[in-house]
């Protein structure tokens, strides 16, 4: 080892000795490239697809994974070609029914309405209402309804305590359907309804008690009327309340709703006589000129129900509204009792609200075509009668006078009078 030892000093001197200096650059060759190798070492880099992302990575940030799939609806069988899904626990979808419902707002700009019970959902189905969806509590409820009508709806059954949680109803049905909202202009009414509809309309000015106005409406379908037109300022005919106390009238004649009275002669048959129904006296208290406030509909005259009533009709003076200000001036019209003839084919009946009776436009209206003014005589002391009692005591009258003016009609074809 020690001769080994002494010998590599010499190696080292006979290489750097090598003919022309061969050994000595080789050696400086082979030091320089071990430094290089130290000082930059090789960088391996992945391909251009993977620096893309990376880079793109650095710079956006990192976004939240997506959210899992929804679970799978649970759907089941009510029938041939009938499909139904069962509400998960929180499903918000019945929440949604009572937005609608108590948003007149919110029926306007999504052009859907809320009907509760089996009744009312069979009358809009049957006249051609297109139902969205339909809660019920139990498949029994589906046997009810014309199933060739559920077909094409979303069908969900929930629990009856969710649907009484949310019902406007004091004893729910455990049935609930959002329509679209009908258009009376593509609706479907009962034949029956038709066969037995009259020359007789109905206009309401100011109604706005949703009691009133759903009574009101039934008492027009039962009465046999033509069309019923409702001027700015009644109650919305879709409220759930009007609904209620409409008992489907909603569904067997047209109803025109949200008129001004610049159009309202335009959705009244050529021809037509509107005759109003006020609260004024047109014996003991025709010399006040104010249209007195009460049941829009009917005036009540007391006094003695034999005694004649004929006022004709003159100029009113000038009117002031609850500040004082002067109004314009309104038509005096010629009055008479409601039992008393005064319907034409065809004729018109105008119902006011309670809290403000007539419109001055109403007036105008009647007096143009000839109108008159009809009064109930009641009991002296009564300020008033409800609207809606007003109105089906003059509906029913005017279809009194209309049917027998037909039977008239038929006895005279079937027996000319000779002369």
Known sequence: MAALGRLAPGLGR??????????????????????????????????????????????????????????????????????????????????????????????????????????LIKDALEAGAVLQSLFFSTVGHLKELPEAKLKRANLVKVKFEDIKSWSDLVTPQGLIGIFSKPDHAKM???????????????????IRDPGNLGTILRSAAGAGCEKVLLTKGCVDPWEPKVLRAGMGAHFRLPIVANLDWESVPSNLPAGVQVCVADNKDPGAQAETASVSRGAGGAASAPGNPKAPVKSKPKA??????????????????????????????????????????????????????????????????????????????????????????????????????VG
């Open 316 to 417: 009113a003076p000038e009117r002031e509204d609850e500040e004082g200000a002067v109004g314009v001036c309104v038509p005096e019209l010629a009055a008479q009792y409601y039992y008393e003839n005064w319907t034409q084919t065809p004729v018109a009946v105008v119902i006011g609200g309670e809290t403000h009776g007539l419109s001055p436009d109403a007036l105008h209206l009647a007096a143009s075509t000839g109108g008159k003014r009809l009064v109930i005589p009641v009991v002296s002391g009564v300020d008033s009668l409800n609207s809606a009692i007003a109105a089906g005591i003059v509906l029913f009258e005017g279809k009194r006078q209309l049917l027998w003016r037909h039977e008239q009609e038929d006895e005279r074809q079937k027996f000319p009078v």
């Open 14 to 119: 006979s290489l750097l000795r090598w003919p022309g200096g061969q050994g000595g650059a080789a050696a400086a060759a082979g030091r320089r490239g071990v430094r290089a190798l130290r000082r930059s070492p090789v960088r391996v880099l992945p391909p251009q697809k993977e620096r893309g992302a990376a880079a793109e990575a650095q710079q956006s940030p990192r976004e939240p994974p997506p959210p899992p799939p929804p679970p799978a609806v649970e759907r089941s069988s009510a029938g041939p070609g009938l499909w139904y899904e069962k509400a998960a626990p929180g499903d918000r979808r019945l929440g949604k029914v009572v937005t609608i419902a108590k948003s007149k707002k919110f029926r306007d700009h999504h052009g859907k309405v809320v009907l509760e019970g089996p009744r």
């Open 188 to 206: 479907s009414y009962p034949a029956a309804q038709l066969t037995s509809s009259l020359p007789l309309l109905l206009i309401c000015d100011n």
